[in-house]
């Protein structure tokens, strides 16, 4: 019955450095989506997963952005070479599938909000 | 012009009072539309979902949709303390979770 849990939930890197941030899904939800809030603003859609494979992945900004989801669970989202406008809150969700409508809403996880120096 | 555009100015009520909050769109294929709740330093919730044109109630929470004007409403009635969040509209087209959001309302209930 647990959520989506997202850890770290607070992480602070240096520019330039490399981070991972990891989403564990609701179980049995096949739909994984990444977002990204900076502050003031509503989230941005980044990439979304159907079981393995990424569907969706043209909201990335860059290719120092990058996620995986080896083994159609857990994500992981990757950024490279990290820069100071990489700093916001980044929110995992999932979904049962990707149909969205009423029996297939969005559940969001707390999110990692990452701070770049 | 973003696809959704909501107006960001915070807004202050008194304890009971009514919460009236709103958003307009440019994309006419946008089937979907949701309201989330969010707390500070958490993810948004889901709080109401409808669908095409029409009003939806649920307990204190109403949300009306009008698609000939591309507009969207969430309405809170008796307004609490605890209705002190972030409200973010959502839309999406038919048959997927790729949500555009607009840039959400801060809504402080006083006391």
């Known amino acids: 019955g647990a959520g989506v849990s997202q850890t770290p939930s607070n992480k602070v890197t240096e520019k330039g450095k490399y981070v991972e941030l990891r989403c564990d899904p609701i179980?049995?939800?096949?739909?994984l989506y990444w977002y990204r809030q900076s502050l003031g603003q509503g989230p941005e859609f980044l990439i979304y997963?159907?079981?393995?494979?990424?569907?969706?992945d043209s909201g990335l900004p860059n290719d120092r952005f990058f996620a995986v989801r080896p083994e159609g669970s857990v994500s992981t989202l990757k950024i490279q070479r990290t820069e100071r406008g990489d700093s916001a809150m980044y929110l995992c969700?999932?979904?049962?599938?990707?149909?969205?409508?009423?029996?297939?809403?969005?559940?969001f996880g707390n999110g990692t909000r990452l701070t770049v120096t | 012009q973003k696809e959704v555009e909501q107006d960001p100015g915070p807004l202050s009520v008194p304890e009971g009072a009514i919460v009236s909050l709103n958003c307009t769109y440019s994309n006419s294929a946008f089937q979907y539309f949701m309201w989330y709740r969010q707390y500070s330093r958490k993810g948004p919730e889901l709080l109401m979902y409808?669908?095409?044109?029409g009003n939806k109630e649920d307990g204190r929470f109403t949300a009306q949709v009008d698609k000939s004007s591309k507009y969207i409403s969430l309405f809170i009635r008796d307004s609490q303390p605890s209705d002190s969040a972030t409200y973010l509209c959502a839309m999406s087209y038919y048959g997927n979770n790729r949500l555009a959001f607009g840039k959400g309302n801060q809504v402080v209930v006083i006391p």
């Open positions: 409808t669908y095409s044109s």
């Open positions: 179980s049995g939800h096949t739909a």
């Open positions: 969700a999932s979904s049962l599938s990707p149909q969205g409508a009423d029996n297939s809403p969005l559940h």
């Open positions: 997963f159907q079981g393995t494979g990424a569907a969706d």
